[in-house]
């Protein structure tokens, strides 16, 4: 067959062979652009496998994208929670954390506390106070009140008459202004810096002349910013080692910016306990706070520096002191002093009142009398003649302080006392200002230790009358009082006054009580005298009116019912007066003093007994403290009685 026959019969015999094995395409055809219209020719089970890839390569992208969305969830959730959980690496600003304002001021850390600028209370200004340090020609200086208030309460300055002093024992150190000469009581000396730089009257002064008269160390660090590391507290602190390196924060929590970074080793004082952190203070000078486990070996130590504190001498009485005062207002008193002392029993001390200030400049009208001293030495007592402030003409807390605040007035009131004092024989001072105000307090105390060097210098004894313990006269500081003078007398009566809104007690026993045990905590029980009134109010109350209590509205008075009046009685006085009404007193065991009320005159009266009775029951928790002795207000109220019950106490 030719060629054409064999093909021919080929075709025949594949049509009529029935079905053959095909071998498969790997793809199906696919059209031209000319066949779109035409169905395309696929193989047999090429779709079924078509179709599973497609779904597995679907499945395959939803897994990506799954994994791609938790991978996406877990960076936000991760990110969220070093936002909340994970430490920052912010770095406070140390200007700020200092309160550093100008570049010639330095921080000040006094015994692992940063000082602060504080608004001026006292002006009435919301100005904050002056930088608590500062640095001039190379040297480092501190502001008066912070080292008044923090360091050593003994350096005084007078910005009225531009002078610093520190009272020692013998007599005052003082420096001038812009000069390295000073006077040591008696002895001229320099160094080798400027002592004392102004502002206005602001005072800094250099600190290694605070130095030579405090207990204290101080470690200066140059560093940006500059920082002066004061200790002058000893004793027990507790210390801690750094465990490895870390840094310290401004607050607890890691989120709190960083104050400074602390090497391994170092060595901290541990300040409070906040759980999971410590509050620290390095050695130069950063306050904050450590993670608790980054601590190592937390203990106690003992603090201390070698220095040589100056002693002030006194003098001390080898009996106890039963002191009453004479209230002598006028020089024809002075001549009742024989008839005044006769009846009295075991007294060892007379102090009439005699000094008191005449003017602002420091004047002082004297009713001194050489007789009354010589009659008085002859009964075997001893004369503390009263120095007080203002009583008559001038009464005021604004004059106290004119004089005061000046050294050359004080120094004037001092001498004219001392002055008189030896003329007239006299044995102590007793030393009795009620019109001191809060402002006035440095000046009062500065006062209280120039005199007491004077009363030292010239054998007489110095005693200070005080109210008793109250927040509102800690300014009066009977803590240095103890230190400087020889005895310090706490006035246990004045409880209720003619100015109080109610009735009450002069002296009630707890009165008494309180004070004393608040006094103890400042001065030691041998220099401790307690005052007891001889003396009682006899009080009126009358409901006020609607008027009355319209024009008290919004004021302190308006929630006391009664409006009140009183009067002051001596002992046999106020006895007479609850006879005459008719009624019998009654013992209150709560003031532990006989008391009377009655009805007359349109109102109730009130009366609180002092007598023989109340007397002794404060002389038992007298006795009972140990105290150096006792004091009574004044010469001539009393029962005669009440001696012979005093001399059972003070014997």
């Given at each position: 067959m030719d060629e054409r026959e064999?093909?021919?019969?080929?075709?025949?015999?594949?049509?009529?062979?029935?079905?053959?094995?095909?071998?498969?395409?790997?793809?199906?055809?696919?059209?031209?652009?000319?066949?779109?219209?035409?169905?395309?020719?696929?193989?047999?089970?090429?779709?079924?496998?078509?179709?599973s890839r497609a779904r597995r390569r679907r499945r395959n992208a939803v897994?990506?994208?799954?994994?791609?969305i938790v991978l996406i969830l877990a960076a936000a959730g991760g990110f969220l929670i070093w936002q909340r959980y994970g430490a920052s690496n912010e770095r406070a600003d140390l200007e700020q954390y200092y309160e550093l304002d100008q570049d010639d001021e330095i921080a000040v850390v006094i015994n692992n506390e940063v000082v602060r600028k504080e608004a001026d209370a006292s002006s009435g200004e919301s100005e904050p106070s002056p930088a608590p340090g500062k640095v001039y020609d190379g040297q480092y200086y501190i502001e008066y009140s912070v080292v008044r208030d923090r360091i050593n309460s003994r350096f005084y300055w007078d910005p009225n008459e531009n002078i610093l002093l520190y009272t020692l024992p013998d007599g005052n150190v003082s420096a001038e202004v812009g000069s390295n000469e000073y006077t040591d009581v008696t002895d001229q000396k320099s160094a080798?810096?400027?002592?004392?730089?102004?502002?206005?009257r602001t005072a800094y002064i250099a600190l290694p002349f605070i130095q030579q008269y405090t207990n204290m160390e101080y470690e200066v660090y140059d560093e940006h910013p500059v920082r002066a590391v004061i200790t002058s507290e000893w004793g027990e602190i507790q210390t801690a080692e750094i465990k490895r390196d870390t840094e310290v924060r401004y607050q607890g929590g890691v989120k709190s910016p960083i104050l400074t970074d602390i090497k391994k080793g170092s060595k901290v004082t541990v300040l409070e306990d906040e759980n999971n952190w410590m509050k620290v203070g390095t050695e130069d000078g950063f306050i904050g706070y450590v993670r608790t486990r980054l601590l190592n070996d937390i203990h106690e130590e003992t603090t201390s520096r070698e220095f040589d504190e100056p002693v002030y001498t006194n003098i001390s009485k080898d009996y106890t002191i039963n002191m009453?005062?004479?209230?002598?207002?006028?020089?024809?008193?002075?001549?009742?002093?024989?008839?005044?002392?006769?009846?009295?029993?075991?007294?060892?001390?007379?102090?009439?009142?005699?000094?008191?200030?005449?003017?602002?400049?420091?004047?002082?009208t004297s009713l001194a009398d050489s007789d009354y001293v010589n009659y008085a030495h002859q009964a075997k007592l001893e004369v503390w003649a009263v120095l007080r402030?203002?009583?008559?003409?001038?009464?005021?807390?604004?004059?106290?302080y004119e004089v005061l605040s000046y050294t050359?007035?004080?120094?004037?009131?001092?001498?004219?006392?001392?002055?008189?004092?030896?003329?007239k024989g006299i044995d102590g001072i007793n030393l009795d200002f009620e019109l001191v105000s809060a402002a006035c307090g440095e000046h009062y105390i500065q006062f209280v230790r120039e005199l007491s060097v004077k009363c030292r210098q010239n054998g007489l004894v110095l005693s200070v009358d005080n109210y008793v313990p109250q927040p509102y006269n800690e300014h009066y500081d009977i803590e240095e009082q103890g230190n400087v003078a020889d005895y310090v007398v706490i006035m246990g009566y004045d409880e209720h006054t003619d100015g109080s809104y109610e009735a009450g007690s002069v002296a009630s026993i707890g009165y008494l009580e309180n004070g004393i045990t608040d006094a103890l905590k400042s001065v030691p029980d041998d220099k401790l005298i307690a005052g007891v009134p001889f003396f009682t109010r006899l009080w009126f109350e009358t409901p006020k009116t609607d008027e009355e209590l319209a024009q008290e509205a919004g004021t302190e008075a308006a929630s006391y019912p009664d409006k009140v009046t009183s009067s002051a009685y001596g002992m046999d006085e106020a006895a007479q007066v609850v006879?005459?009404?008719?009624?019998?007193?009654?013992?209150?065991?709560?003031?532990?003093?006989?008391?009377?009320?009655?009805?007359?005159?349109?109102?109730?009266?009130?009366?609180?007994l002092e007598d023989n009775q109340s007397l002794e029951e404060k002389l038992k928790v007298i006795k009972s403290n140990n105290l150096a002795g006792v004091a009574e207000w004044s010469l001539g109220m009393e029962d005669p009685a009440v001696w012979d019950v005093i001399l059972q106490y003070v014997n």
């Amino acid at each position: 067959m030719d060629e054409r026959e064999r093909k021919g019969a080929r075709g025949r015999r594949n049509r009529t062979a029935g079905p053959q094995k095909q071998r498969p395409d790997r793809y199906a055809q696919r059209p031209s652009d000319g066949d779109s219209g035409r169905r395309r020719a696929v193989r047999p089970g090429s779709g079924k496998k078509r179709s599973s890839r497609a779904r597995r390569r679907r499945r395959n992208a939803v897994i990506r994208w799954i994994i791609f969305i938790v991978l996406i969830l877990a960076a936000a959730g991760g990110f969220l929670i070093w936002q909340r959980y994970g430490a920052s690496n912010e770095r406070a600003d140390l200007e700020q954390y200092y309160e550093l304002d100008q570049d010639d001021e330095i921080a000040v850390v006094i015994n692992n506390e940063v000082v602060r600028k504080e608004a001026d209370a006292s002006s009435g200004e919301s100005e904050p106070s002056p930088a608590p340090g500062k640095v001039y020609d190379g040297q480092y200086y501190i502001e008066y009140s912070v080292v008044r208030d923090r360091i050593n309460s003994r350096f005084y300055w007078d910005p009225n008459e531009n002078i610093l002093l520190y009272t020692l024992p013998d007599g005052n150190v003082s420096a001038e202004v812009g000069s390295n000469e000073y006077t040591d009581v008696t002895d001229q000396k320099s160094a080798d810096y400027t002592i004392l730089k102004t502002e206005g009257r602001t005072a800094y002064i250099a600190l290694p002349f605070i130095q030579q008269y405090t207990n204290m160390e101080y470690e200066v660090y140059d560093e940006h910013p500059v920082r002066a590391v004061i200790t002058s507290e000893w004793g027990e602190i507790q210390t801690a080692e750094i465990k490895r390196d870390t840094e310290v924060r401004y607050q607890g929590g890691v989120k709190s910016p960083i104050l400074t970074d602390i090497k391994k080793g170092s060595k901290v004082t541990v300040l409070e306990d906040e759980n999971n952190w410590m509050k620290v203070g390095t050695e130069d000078g950063f306050i904050g706070y450590v993670r608790t486990r980054l601590l190592n070996d937390i203990h106690e130590e003992t603090t201390s520096r070698e220095f040589d504190e100056p002693v002030y001498t006194n003098i001390s009485k080898d009996y106890t002191i039963n002191m009453v005062w004479h209230n002598v207002s006028n020089p024809d008193a002075n001549g009742y002093i024989l008839q005044s002392i006769a009846q009295t029993k075991g007294l060892t001390t007379i102090a009439p009142t005699w000094f008191s200030l005449a003017d602002t400049e420091g004047n002082i009208t004297s009713l001194a009398d050489s007789d009354y001293v010589n009659y008085a030495h002859q009964a075997k007592l001893e004369v503390w003649a009263v120095l007080r402030d203002f009583h008559g003409g001038i009464n005021s807390y604004d004059e106290t302080y004119e004089v005061l605040s000046y050294t050359s007035k004080r120094t004037k009131v001092i001498n004219q006392v001392i002055a008189e004092a030896i003329e007239k024989g006299i044995d102590g001072i007793n030393l009795d200002f009620e019109l001191v105000s809060a402002a006035c307090g440095e000046h009062y105390i500065q006062f209280v230790r120039e005199l007491s060097v004077k009363c030292r210098q010239n054998g007489l004894v110095l005693s200070v009358d005080n109210y008793v313990p109250q927040p509102y006269n800690e300014h009066y500081d009977i803590e240095e009082q103890g230190n400087v003078a020889d005895y310090v007398v706490i006035m246990g009566y004045d409880e209720h006054t003619d100015g109080s809104y109610e009735a009450g007690s002069v002296a009630s026993i707890g009165y008494l009580e309180n004070g004393i045990t608040d006094a103890l905590k400042s001065v030691p029980d041998d220099k401790l005298i307690a005052g007891v009134p001889f003396f009682t109010r006899l009080w009126f109350e009358t409901p006020k009116t609607d008027e009355e209590l319209a024009q008290e509205a919004g004021t302190e008075a308006a929630s006391y019912p009664d409006k009140v009046t009183s009067s002051a009685y001596g002992m046999d006085e106020a006895a007479q007066v609850v006879e005459d009404a008719g009624v019998q007193a009654q013992w209150d065991s709560e003031t532990m003093q006989n008391y009377a009320q009655w009805e007359a005159d349109g109102g109730t009266y009130k009366i609180w007994l002092e007598d023989n009775q109340s007397l002794e029951e404060k002389l038992k928790v007298i006795k009972s403290n140990n105290l150096a002795g006792v004091a009574e207000w004044s010469l001539g109220m009393e029962d005669p009685a009440v001696w012979d019950v005093i001399l059972q106490y003070v014997n």
